[in-house]
């Protein structure tokens, strides 16, 4: 995968290269990684970006000719890359966006600031906009992070043991199960005794369990979407049946005198 940043602030990436799996990913030519100064396209002795917005108002706009050459020389070095737009307007970025973009070859990423790009750039040279959630951002550039970190991890042999990203958050539409490490009792709160058992089988299902659970408290919006197997269901079932039969329990421990209201 080949990711090209346009940004005015490309030194905003270096940081970013430099850790971690994206620079592992780096290292290993998994992935390419550049950025193009947008600055260094401008024609003007003081290489402006930005302009006033025509019919008048406050703030500022990227200008069409040097963003318009900052695209256009990307596309020349890799010319099957995807152009892409971080803004607000984007489709939603998730999981399902990050594993499409995998796909491509390369991914050309355009970082407006000020209140956005001259709209004729995204009407004749952008292929796909893209908004990592409902928030706003000064600029395009901590949204191009997201997107190519995300999608950096999607691609085969980037997280190092046995293909991290299948097991993970998402993949199976479900949250993480929890997890712990050492020591066994940490200021009093002990691992549940079933992960120190060495019965796999059980683990599993244990894992399978947390993940459902944690899932129905914290994203229950997830678990409409998502569709349950066989067991799955049965797991649901059977905490369906433990909170029935708290609040038969209570009902009945609670049963008014018959006649009366
Ligand atoms: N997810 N912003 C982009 C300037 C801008 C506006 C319109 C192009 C078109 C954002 C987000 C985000 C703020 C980045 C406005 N550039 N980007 N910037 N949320 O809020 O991606």
């Known amino acids: 995968m080949k990711f090209v940043v346009l940004t005015i602030f490309p030194e905003m990436f270096d940081p970013f290269w430099d850790h971690g799996i994206i620079r592992r990913a780096i290292d290993q030519n998994k992935i390419f990684a550049s950025t193009l100064n947008i600055r260094d396209f401008a024609e003007d002795k003081h290489q402006v970006t ?3 917005p025509y019919g008048g108002g406050s703030g500022m706009v990227m200008k069409p000719e040097p963003l318009a050459g900052a695209i256009r020389a990307a596309n020349r070095k890799f010319p099957s890359a995807k152009t892409i737009l971080l803004t607000p307007q984007g489709r939603v970025f998730n999981q399902e966006v990050a594993n499409e973009l995998a796909a491509f070859e390369g991914l050309v990423l355009v970082c407006g600031r000020y209140e956005g790009v001259d709209e004729r750039i995204s009407h004749d040279l952008i292929d796909y ?3 990592i959630g409902d928030y706003v951002l000064t600029g395009g550039e ?3 992070m997201v997107v190519i970190d995300a999608v950096t991890r999607q691609i085969p042999g980037t997280l190092g043991g046995e293909d991290a990203a299948e097991k993970d958050s ?3 539409g479900l949250l993480e199960h929890a997890h712990y490490t050492r020591p066994q009792v940490f200021e009093g709160n002990a691992v549940p005794e079933i992960l120190l058992s060495g019965h796999h089988k059980e683990i599993e299902n244990w894992r399978l369990e947390s993940a459902l659970l ?6 229950p919006d997830l678990l409409q979407d ?10 649901l079932k059977k905490w369906s049946r433990n909170i029935q039969n708290i609040i038969n329990f209570h009902h009945e421990g609670h049963k008014e005198p018959k006649g009366e209201k």
């Open 170 to 172: 998402f993949s199976n």
């Open 142 to 144: 901590l949204a191009a």
């Open 226 to 235: 998502k569709r349950l197997n066989k067991k799955e269901i049965e797991i």
């Open 129 to 131: 906009e893209i908004s």
């Open 50 to 52: 930005d302009d006033r």
């Open 214 to 219: 944690r899932t129905l408290l914290k994203r």
